[in-house]
């Protein structure tokens, strides 16, 4: 591996300066491929931190909230929400086909036949 380029100079990066280096180029890299500016969950906010509105979570830098996109919370939450637009979408195509068919059935503790009540004219009460 070629380290005359890197921090260091010298040919010979410590770990701290080749992780910091690691991290500025995986920030670089993330920067270049994702646009914050189009993903429609991000936000930042006036204090300069950045908040993920699916998850509401608040993060210090970009580094942090991309790494919260990929990260467990947000990707569970995104399968959850596409489970839930799935069951709306054919929830509604089933209602639309099955809107002719309407099943009948008795309800619980309601007897099976109905009860009237006629007076006899012939009989008269006395008060």
Same mark, same amino acid.
């Given at each position: 591996?070629?380290?005359?380029?890197?921090?260091?100079?010298?040919?010979?990066?410590?770990?701290?300066?080749? *992780?910091?280096? &690691?991290?500025?180029?995986? &920030?670089?890299?993330?920067?270049?491929?994702?646009?914050?500016?189009?993903?429609?969950?991000?936000?930042?906010?006036?204090?300069? /931190?950045?908040?993920?509105?699916?998850?509401?979570?608040?993060? *210090?830098?970009?580094?942090?909230?991309?790494?919260?996109?990929?990260?467990?919370?947000?990707?569970? *939450?995104?399968?959850? &929400?596409?489970?839930? #637009?799935?069951?709306?979408?054919?929830?509604?195509?089933?209602? $639309?086909?099955?809107?002719?068919?309407?099943?009948?059935?008795? #309800? $619980?503790?309601?007897?099976?036949?109905?009860? /009237? #009540?006629?007076?006899?004219?012939?009989?008269?009460?006395?008060?």
């Amino acid at each position: 591996m070629d380290f005359q380029q890197r921090a260091g100079g010298d040919g010979v990066a410590n770990g701290s300066e080749s *992780n910091r280096d &690691r991290r500025e180029r995986l &920030r670089q890299l993330a920067l270049e491929t994702i646009n914050l500016a189009k993903n429609p969950y991000s936000m930042r906010n006036c204090v300069g /931190t950045y908040e993920c509105r699916f998850c509401l979570t608040s993060h *210090n830098n970009e580094g942090s909230y991309l790494a919260h996109t990929q990260g467990k919370k947000h990707q569970s *939450n995104l399968a959850r &929400r596409a489970v839930r #637009k799935n069951q709306q979408s054919s929830d509604i195509v089933q209602s $639309i086909k099955c809107h002719s068919e309407v099943r009948k059935f008795i #309800k $619980i503790g309601r007897p099976g036949y109905n009860v /009237t #009540k006629q007076r006899d004219p012939s009989v008269v009460l006395i008060p």
